[in-house]
């Protein structure tokens, strides 16, 4: 599966690249790998950057984040909603690929926090993973956007001489970057009743218990727990053709991503769940993260959605969707 962050999410390379994940939206991923210092990168005016924002940022905070950007001189190519980028191991791996394809130097975070807002400045590893576990990076609060921008503006200048000159002047937010490499389709991989599936374990003890169970409950045929971090092309050699995802995310990044049907504003999805054994319909607001599993055919890259939206507010239970969908399309009890 793809990401469900490990208890104390002390890995980012294990929660990207592994297949399943366990993490509290209270902790961050990507912060806290890293070490604060009030020292701003050597090159910061000299080099690329990228920007992961919170998605509760309104438009005109980011563009008045660009602005003072371009006068600073931090060289931001484009702004990522960061559940996006963090979504699943093979929509970071994408992104990662596309930052390096932009020379990308620096992640900018930006973040809103209890007493206001956050900037991290911090480099691109050149990895899925991102960051580098303990590197360094310059962290600047403020419960004001703009005393915050100031701060930014004083300390870059004080410290080094800007060289990157030709600057947006308001943020990119329209880059699209396609993780999916074969075809998607809104059914269930018929070809699981033969084909064995990997399922990625937690790595954490009581999590791993909860997931063999539901799926010796609730799925009808072969599969096999992998450990953490095991890539796709380990369980090809093994012998597995079938890989479970599961993407974490904005329900309405989730179906983007995923490549729902979007022209229709909604500002809730109809969720078929099965919270007593029995389809039901839930409506879940489009900006609730959600989870969604899904199979994806390892050789070719295509994923196997299912045939009805099943995401819900839990991995359990967005687990136990998937499979009790798909042993309703057979018609299995």
Same mark, same amino acid.
């Given at each position: 599966?793809?990401?469900?962050?490990?208890?104390?999410?002390?890995?980012?390379?294990?929660?990207?690249?592994?297949?399943?994940?366990?993490?509290?939206? =209270?902790? +961050? &991923? #990507?912060?806290?790998?890293?070490?604060?210092?009030? /020292?701003?990168?050597?090159?910061?005016?000299?080099?690329?950057?990228?920007?992961?924002? !919170?998605? =509760?940022?309104?438009?005109?905070? #980011?563009?008045?984040?660009?602005?003072?950007?371009?006068?600073?001189?931090?060289d931001t190519e484009a702004y990522v909603?960061?559940?996006?980028?963090?979504?699943?191991?093979?929509?970071?791996?994408?992104?990662?690929?596309y930052f390096i394809t932009r020379e990308?130097?620096?992640?900018?975070? @930006? +973040?809103?926090?209890?007493?206001?807002?956050?900037?991290?400045?911090?480099?691109?590893?050149?990895?899925?993973?991102?960051?580098?576990?303990?590197?360094?990076?310059?962290?600047?609060?403020?419960?004001?956007?703009?005393?915050?921008?100031? /701060?930014a503006y004083r300390n870059s200048w004080?410290?080094?001489?800007?060289?990157?000159?030709?600057?947006? +002047?308001?943020?990119?937010?329209?880059?699209?970057?396609?993780?999916?490499?074969?075809?998607?389709?809104?059914?269930?991989?018929? !070809? $699981?009743?033969?084909?064995?599936?990997?399922?990625?374990?937690?790595?954490?003890?009581?999590?791993?218990?909860? #997931?063999?169970?539901? $799926?010796?409950?609730?799925?009808?045929?072969?599969?096999?727990?992998?450990?953490?971090?095991?890539?796709?092309?380990?369980?090809?050699?093994?012998?597995?053709?079938?890989?479970? @995802?599961?993407?974490?995310?904005?329900?309405?990044?989730?179906?983007?991503?995923?490549?729902?049907? #979007?022209?229709?504003?909604?500002?809730?999805?109809?969720?078929? %769940?099965? &919270?007593?054994?029995?389809?039901?319909?839930?409506?879940? &607001?489009?900006? %609730?993260?959600?989870?969604?599993?899904?199979?994806?055919?390892?050789?070719?890259?295509?994923?196997? $959605?299912?045939?009805?939206? !099943?995401?819900?507010?839990?991995?359990?239970?967005?687990?136990?969707?998937?499979?009790?969908?798909?042993?309703?399309?057979?018609?299995?009890?």
């Amino acid at each position: 599966m793809n990401r469900i962050f490990n208890k104390v999410c002390s890995a980012v390379l294990l929660c990207l690249l592994s297949g399943i994940s366990i993490c509290s939206y =209270s902790q +961050d &991923p #990507l912060i806290d790998k890293l070490q604060m210092t009030e /020292t701003v990168p050597g090159d910061l005016l000299a080099t690329r950057s990228i920007a992961l924002y !919170d998605p =509760s940022y309104k438009k005109s905070e #980011l563009e008045e984040i660009q602005k003072t950007f371009a006068q600073i001189g931090i060289d931001t190519e484009a702004y990522v909603e960061k559940d996006v980028i963090l979504a699943g191991a093979d929509f970071t791996r994408a992104y990662a690929n596309y930052f390096i394809t932009r020379e990308i130097k620096y992640i900018v975070i @930006l +973040d809103k926090v209890e007493k206001g807002y956050r900037m991290v400045v911090t480099p691109f590893n050149n990895t899925p993973a991102l960051v580098d576990a303990n590197q360094i990076a310059w962290m600047i609060t403020h419960s004001n956007l703009r005393e915050m921008l100031m /701060t930014a503006y004083r300390n870059s200048w004080i410290s080094q001489k800007r060289q990157n000159l030709l600057i947006n +002047d308001f943020p990119e937010t329209q880059i699209k970057v396609n993780a999916i490499t074969g075809r998607r389709s809104e059914f269930f991989a018929i !070809d $699981l009743k033969i084909d064995a599936m990997a399922v990625p374990a937690f790595g954490e003890a009581k999590a791993d218990t909860l #997931l063999y169970r539901m $799926l010796k409950e609730h799925y009808p045929f072969k599969w096999k727990l992998m450990p953490p971090g095991t890539s796709e092309e380990e369980m090809r050699k093994k012998g597995f053709q079938y890989v479970l @995802l599961e993407i974490q995310t904005r329900g309405i990044a989730a179906k983007q991503l995923l490549g729902y049907d #979007l022209t229709k504003a909604e500002s809730a999805y109809v969720s078929t %769940t099965y &919270p007593n054994g029995t389809a039901q319909l839930r409506a879940i &607001p489009s900006e %609730t993260r959600i989870y969604k599993f899904y199979a994806k055919h390892i050789p070719s890259g295509n994923i196997f $959605l299912g045939t009805k939206w !099943d995401a819900d507010t839990t991995w359990e239970q967005a687990l136990k969707n998937y499979l009790k969908g798909f042993k309703a399309e057979l018609k299995i009890e």
